[in-house]
């Protein structure tokens, strides 16, 4: 019998916030591959969990290494629980390596659900939530963020982003350039901790706000982009669109009623256009 991969999710804060499964996965896994073996330390001993099983660092530097040797552990019949230091491991943190690898030698994979930061700051942005992407870290090159800013302008979801404390400030002024200093944003700061902050405006108002320097985890949510206003049509075109529906049957009038509501055009105008072909012709 060969064993199973639990992917695991983690407080993202407040310790609290942990699901009873994660204790029972964390007291029982043959196996805890942890980004950060201090950090998990100090989170079993919060839960007051004593790991009864192997625990290696996984990250990374070493995730590359490290994976054959999991799943030879997992072949083998072991419980291999993967946690990162904070989250759902595999989103912007180490994790899908090894989920390849299981998948690619038949293992099961399953996962104990947990925060994220992703959805929570999601949740807190007062943005639209029906349709989102997230985009994770943005380059540090400010030539290649740029570009990778300049991709999306066009994006019409929700955008989440990940981003580090001394780049905030800049990130957002080249967020305030690519998709244009009125675009709605929001800035999660610390969230579920002490200091939780959520700062929302237009991206330009944002980009100020945090050049006087702006400390702990943040993620950052950025409206997409507005419908993009329709071509005009000239007159030429309207009469032919008119044409097209009185050959297929349609009386003047109902086309170009037809047509100008397909447009959003008053009547009046699509009709002075059909007698302005009509005396060219």
């Known amino acids: ?14 310790v609290s916030d942990a699901p009873p499964r994660l204790l029972t996965e964390l007291a029982g896994a043959d196996v805890i591959a942890a980004e950060d073996t201090r950090r ?32 030879e552990a997992l072949v083998g019949g072991a419980r291999v629980l993967l946690v990162t230091d904070a989250g759902m491991p595999s989103v912007s943190d180490p994790g899908y390596r090894l989920v390849d690898a299981a998948v690619a030698a038949g293992i099961k994979v399953t996962a104990v ?3 994220s930061a992703v959805l929570t700051a999601l949740a807190l942005s007062g943005l639209p939530v029906d349709r989102f992407t997230f985009e994770g870290f943005l380059p540090r ?24 404390p001394h780049r905030i400030a800049e990130t ?9 200093a009125d675009r709605p944003g929001a800035v999660c700061r610390e969230l579920t901790k002490t200091y939780e902050e959520v700062r929302r405006g237009p991206l330009g108002d944002l980009a100020a706000w945090a050049a006087d320097g702006v400390r702990g985890e943040i993620t950052v949510v ?12 000239g007159p030429a075109e309207l009469a032919r669109r008119v044409a097209v529906r009185e050959e297929a049957g349609e009386r003047r009038k109902e086309a170009i009623a037809a047509v100008a509501a397909e447009l959003a ?3 009046r105008e699509v009709f002075d256009a059909v007698v302005a072909a009509k005396n060219a012709g």
């Open 113 to 115: 659900p947990g925060p």
């Open 265 to 267: 055009l008053p009547k």
């Open 40 to 71: 998990l330390r100090r989170l079993t001993q919060a839960l007051g969990v004593t790991p009864a099983g192997r625990v290696v660092s996984y990250f990374e530097g070493n995730e590359v290494g490290r994976t054959p040797e999991l799943v």
């Open 141 to 164: 090159k400010t030539g290649d963020r740029a570009r990778q800013l300049a991709e999306v302008a066009a994006e019409p979801r929700t955008m989440v982003f990940f981003e580090a």
């Open 1 to 14: 019998m060969t064993g199973v991969l639990v992917l695991a999710g983690t407080p993202i804060g407040d």
């Open 172 to 180: 957002l002024a080249a967020m305030a350039t690519a998709f244009g």
């Open 222 to 233: 950025v409206a997409g982009a507005p419908p993009a206003a329709p071509a005009a049509v």
